[in-house]
């Protein structure tokens, strides 16, 4: 089931005997388990008939026991097992996943893993239980998710403001959270808008040193603030992964291609095409320069460049490079 559907399917009232969470991404698994904490029971219902336990402080077999007992003056019981990748001798679960208790609510959270889809307990569990598995988001999807976010509160983050926070944050949406919410309570009430300046002042980013600023160098064939960049991200790989780089400059060469093709398909001049591609007016003349720098085969060459050092970095053929020496390397044949 869909994160969206299993929330609506919650809130409705309506659970599952068993709930199989798991995944590398621990947001939407803590977002599931609240709205079963809240759904589930009445507030004086819970004393007695909710249970929250730690996978490395109990085993399979006590779980199974809370899980048989009948509920204290109350419909139904809910058992939270957090860290459940803990847990060792799975058989009593298995037994019971065969039959669960139809007055309980047993809930298994995995952080940060998934179970074992070859095991028998994961055999077992897709019977029964509903799986939710959350996945991380792709890096180059984080400042769009951070936009999306904003936009459920009423607040709307500028794309180079949410590239500069993505940049800072990774691909935690924890982290994320955590700095949007602490960012909201700083900003002015009637203030509706996200800039950069607002990163910069409240969460402590300097753009400068940034992997959109980075694009613009690009853009406009700034050679000297191109090669700055990148050797400033290479001397502080912990603080600019590459991977994170890489995949804001896929994103940001991905843009230019619809766009180009936007121009060929619809025979449309670049000011409309990049406003047709969804960019926003405080970007456009950025992606304009860069329209006019580098073509539809060179685009297309550029993608092809960041991918091979994707490949370079993650396998040996990259020799005795390390990180900055790849990123300046990409800058040079991008720019050249």
């Not at 995944?23 to 388990?33: A, H, K, L, S």
């Amino acid at each position: 089931m869909e994160y969206s559907d299993l929330i609506k399917e919650i809130d409705s009232g309506q659970f599952r005997p068993v709930y199989l969470l798991m995944g590398e991404e621990p947001y939407y698994n803590d977002i599931i388990v609240g709205h079963i904490m809240d759904k589930a029971l009445q507030p004086h219902e819970r004393d007695f008939n909710q249970m929250i336990v730690y996978g490395s402080d109990t085993n399979a077999a006590e779980i199974v026991s809370m899980a048989r007992r009948y509920p204290v003056f109350a419909p139904r019981q809910l058992i939270i097992v957090k860290e459940a990748q803990s847990l060792s001798k799975l058989e009593p679960l298995e037994v019971y996943l065969q039959a669960p208790a139809p007055e309980t609510i047993l809930v298994l959270v995995y952080t940060g893993k998934s179970v074992d889809k070859r095991s028998g307990f994961y055999k077992k569990a897709k019977a029964t239980a509903e799986i939710f598995e959350s996945a991380p988001v792709p890096e180059w999807k984080v400042a769009q998710w951070i936009i999306s976010y904003a936009g459920q509160k009423g607040i709307t983050v500028l794309p180079d403001a949410a590239a500069l926070m993505a940049e800072h944050t990774g691909n935690s949406l924890r982290k994320i959270t955590l700095e949007i919410d602490k960012l909201l309570k700083a900003i002015p009430e009637e203030s509706r808008q996200i800039t950069v300046k607002e990163i910069e002042e409240n969460i402590g980013i300097s753009r400068e040193f940034s992997a959109f600023e980075l694009c613009n160098a690009l853009s406009t064939k700034n050679g000297d603030n191109a090669f700055k960049i990148a050797r400033h991200f290479g001397e502080n790989p912990r603080k600019y992964p590459l991977l994170l780089t890489l995949g804001a400059l896929f994103f940001y060469f991905s843009k230019l291609l619809k766009i180009h093709a936007v121009m060929r398909q619809e025979n449309l001049a670049a000011p409309s095409a990049v406003r047709k591609s969804g960019i926003y007016p405080s970007q456009e003349k950025q992606y304009l320069a860069a329209i006019r720098n580098y073509s539809y085969n060179r685009v297309m060459a550029v993608i092809a460049y960041i991918k091979e050092c994707d490949f370079k970095s993650k396998s040996s053929s990259a020799g005795v490079a390390n990180e900055g020496d790849l990123l300046v390397e990409l800058v040079s044949r991008i720019l050249h």
